[in-house]
């Protein structure tokens, strides 16, 4: 199995949702584009994981906290679609995007979905639940059929507390992977907890 972890927007959880992921299948982990580094995405997944997990390098790591477009620019780098090949392996697969589906990798109209497109992966779409998270979540939601993309699930984070769980999964038809509650301490307890709630 090989998954893409995408969000409707930056700080859903990402990360927590890719180590859950790959503590569930004893995946190798990949982040292609790493911005705001240190620390790196990557480190925090090898961290909440029980077993001596894969993970393959980063093919841009850029130091700004912003869009990998402009941290790109920051440093007089340009990136092309061309730059990423999947890794080659024999495991499960976790792929881990940066921010949301149309962040801009490049000024040429590349964005962080067509990775998923490009290397052909089931997407998981996290979504964070705040005032706005349903327009954002049926906005992704719809762009990734428009794009003919396969969606394994949905992953919501945080407490529902005006019923758009139930609105979302109605309205989408797709399938719920998984509900992260607001969690006051993270590690590998708590990622080895979820581990085996989640449905795939």
Not at 35 to 41: C, V
Not at 74 to 102: C, M, R, W, Y
Not at 174 to 186: C, F, S, W, Y
């Amino acid at each position: 199995m090989k998954l893409f972890v995408t969000a409707t927007g930056t700080d859903c959880g990402k990360t927590l949702v890719s180590a859950i992921l790959c503590e569930a299948l004893k995946a190798a982990y990949w982040k292609p584009v790493q911005t705001g580094a240190p620390p790196k995405d990557a480190d925090v997944v090898k961290q909440l994981v029980s077993y001596p997990i894969t993970i393959f390098p980063e093919i841009h790591l850029l130091s700004e906290p912003v869009s990998p477009h402009y941290a790109a620019q920051l440093e007089n780098k340009n990136i092309k679609l061309s730059d990423f090949h999947l890794p080659e392996t024999h495991q499960h697969l976790v792929v881990e995007g940066a921010g949301g589906l149309l962040v801009p990798l490049n000024n040429e109209g590349d964005c962080v979905v067509d990775l998923a497109h490009q290397f052909q992966l089931e997407v998981v779409l996290v979504i964070r639940l705040y005032l706005g998270c349903i327009n954002h979540s049926l906005l992704s939601i719809n762009e990734l059929k428009r794009r003919n993309l396969p969606i394994k699930g949905l992953v919501f984070n945080g407490e529902d507390t005006f019923g758009a769980i139930e609105l979302i999964q109605k309205l989408s038809n797709l399938p719920i992977l998984l509900h992260l509650n607001e969690e006051q301490i993270v590690d590998a307890t708590t990622v080895s907890n979820y581990a085996k709630q989640v449905q795939l």
